[in-house]
């Protein structure tokens, strides 16, 4: 059974779960009009479909004094990872969700979110804030599904780099 824990500064190297790959399956097609968003799946076929994994953070512990971690645990292994920080919005910014593929579709990145939405109502905050890639159509999903609204697209960000063409989707919960 999974359960949602606070990493602290005795587990702290849970911090540092693994990137693991996952896959690409398609797009969140996301538009604006007359003040609304709005959005559509775009599926890749079958051939098209491939993987994608991020380089690994190396998170300091003692550098994010201002940050949250919760860890989802099956016994004492980490297999999920939220890491959470105050916004000049009054929310908090999920800066990194991350799942063990081992555990992925269980249900792990949802208990992990509900935490954070627990955790962001007990602390005060006036909700949580992330970004997803479109590209990520499984990350993209589970936000939607987990009650937060797209509230922004960001074209550019990515127009200098390796992963020109791809955009962030910004999501916002409360």
Partial sequence: MIEIRKITAENKSDINLKNDPFRLIGRLIVERRDGKWSYREEMLPEAEVSEMVFPDENYVYEDMPDYVFLGAYDGDECVGVAILCPHFTGRLYLEDLKISSKVRGKGVGRLLVEACKTYAKEQGFKGICTV??????????????????????????????????KADVWFYWA
Avoid: M, P
């Avoid at 159509?137 to 990515?158: H, N, P, Q, V």
């Fill in 132 to 165: 997803g890639q479109d590209n990520n159509l499984i990350a993209c999903r589970l936000y939607l599904s987990t009650g937060f609204k797209i509230g922004g697209l960001d074209t550019e960000i990515y127009e200098c780099t390796k992963q020109a063409g």
